[in-house]
């Protein structure tokens, strides 16, 4: 049998894309949720299946060949074709039960997209709705995979992510920002630890695969460790209210999202740990998929868009 009638499992092409992003068997294996002698045997199987060798695997990270480079823009567009035209097949049999698809940080999951979805949905229909909460990166996995329809996160101009690299439309809807805050000391005004104050401090820090750790080390990696106090990881988690938890216990400074400690800062149980040159500016933001979307989603982001404001 020729490569040209070789059965194809659309299960390969999504590996391929996986492989292709990360240029690395394991980790791509892993986003796939497969066995990595599996998803080896899949691509593989691809190959055959093109009559083509798609990654030179000598290189480190592995890298498309010429032909594996041609295959990709055009299979992304297959991809994309395929995913509407499945959303358009299932709209057509029961477009009330199309629902709507979100994934969202933790964060944003808990404080802002409950009242945000309130608000965009009055005086209009109310459509099912599924939420993913996870980590921002377990988040955009969702997306690049094409299990949902919609992304809500933080981002930050300066830090583009994987959302942008995928060229997946966003909508603005606030603005935020990270600051570094403390406990009170015992007078209940300066804080316990200060970013002037002497010797090393503890920092309460965000994990890799946090997209509020990655805009914070991008913009204020370097000043974090060379300062006159610098600061040394004592607690590391995902979530910023975990964080924030800490933060409360005495623990150390943790940068968090002023929408998450404005009541903390009011009620004087947290206090700022430096001045504002050592903040950092935040969006709220909505992806979505670039293919065309369900009748109920396509409104949904009419109704969104388009302005910013700004936040508490």
Known sequence: ?????????LEWLEDFLALAETGNFSRAAE????????????????EEWTGAELFDRSAHPAA????????????ADVLA?????????RAAQDQAAAGLRFAATHLLSLSFFPAWLSGLEAGSARWPIQMFSDSAHACEDLMLQRRVQ?????????VPGRMEEAHCPMLRLRTDELLPVSVPGPDGAVPLHALDGSGPLPLLSYSDVSALGRILAARLGSRMTRGAAPLHTVFTAHHASLLRTMALEGRGIAWLPRSLVAEDLAAGRLVPAAGAD???PL??????QRSEMSAAAESLWERAGPGLSAGP
Request: net charge positive.
């Open 81 to 89: 074709a395929l995913e509407a035209a499945r959303i358009k097949a």
């Open 31 to 46: 986003a796939r949720n497969i066995a990595q002698p599996a998803f080896s045997r899949h691509i593989r199987s691809l």
């Open 150 to 158: 919609f992304l809500m996160c933080h981002g930050h101009d300066a």
């Open 64 to 75: 498309l060949t010429a032909a594996g480079k041609r295959f990709h823009p055009l299979l």
């Open 283 to 288: 969006e709220i933001r909505l992806y979505r």
């Open 1 to 9: 049998m020729g490569p040209g009638n070789r059965p194809l499992d």
């Open 278 to 280: 050592w903040e950092v």
